[in-house]
């Protein structure tokens, strides 16, 4: 069975200021990993994933992370904050043979100015 | 319609009683999932349903839950006799399957607020 684990519930960071969201799996086969980010009062949408290409993804809105088989993590980074980053972001895992996604507690970002 | 659309947005109830959230998926996405967020805690995964192939229902946490899916399309998801600890956002999603296997781009709908008093 997948699952993930976020470390902190809630993130504080200050515009402009990079943003750090850290997420650990575990797997019993190469995973696919995943990042949905849900703004106020809006359904969960794709932020970006990994499906065993390339370890440095790219997403939407300036993020990207990194599968670290090593480390069995995938965080999430952003060089940048802006005020309209502030959102609950969710890491997921499945197993690329299987339809269900296995998500984490969610972060909370908030962004001071 | 564009997205997913989830009805009612929000629903207060008595506890006891049934209540039934529906989900309209976007046009052409043959997977439809139902997942439970509460308070604190990830998404808790329901059920799955995958064009005409049996309903994936492992995630019920009770036989007081049931989901229907009619034409391949809308689903309603049924809670009988709803507890406290229904209390919760659920959440609707669709997708484009290949091959069997998720592209893991569900389409999220808004959610629909479940309050049991």
């Known amino acids: 069975a997948q699952s993930v684990t976020q470390l902190g519930s809630h993130v504080s960071v200050s515009e402009g200021a990079l943003v750090l969201l850290r997420c650990n799996y575990s797997?019993?086969?190469?995973?696919?990993l995943f990042w949905y980010v849900q703004y106020p009062n809006q359904g969960l949408q794709l932020l970006l994933k990994?499906?065993?290409?390339?370890?440095l993804v790219k997403g939407i809105n300036g993020f990207e992370a990194e599968f670290k088989k090593s480390e069995t993590s995938f965080h999430l980074t952003k060089p940048s904050a802006h005020m309209s980053d502030a959102a609950e972001y969710f890491c997921?895992?499945?197993?690329?043979?299987?339809?269900?996604?296995?998500f984490g507690a969610g972060t909370t970002v908030t962004v001071r100015a | 319609g564009a997205g997913v659309s989830q009805s009612p947005s929000n629903k207060v109830t008595e506890k006891g009683k049934d209540v039934e959230l529906r989900c309209d998926p976007i046009s052409g996405h043959t997977a439809l999932y139902w997942y439970r967020q509460s308070l604190g805690q990830g998404l808790e995964f329901l059920i799955y349903?995958?064009?005409?192939?049996?309903?994936?229902k492992s995630g019920l946490p009770s036989d007081r839950f049931s989901a229907e899916r009619t034409g391949g399309s809308v689903s309603t998801l049924t809670i009988q006799r709803t507890q406290q600890e229904d209390s919760a956002v659920y959440l609707c999603?669709?997708?484009?399957?290949?091959?069997?296997?998720?592209?893991?781009?569900?389409?999220f709908g808004e959610g629909s607020r479940l309050t049991v008093l």
């Open positions: 349903f995958q064009g005409n192939s049996a309903p994936d």
């Open positions: 997921a895992v499945s197993d690329p043979y299987d339809y269900k996604l296995s």
């Open positions: 999603a669709s997708s484009r399957e290949q091959g069997g296997a998720t592209t893991g781009e569900l389409f």
């Open positions: 797997s019993s086969v190469p995973p696919y």
């Open positions: 990994y499906t065993s290409a390339a370890t």
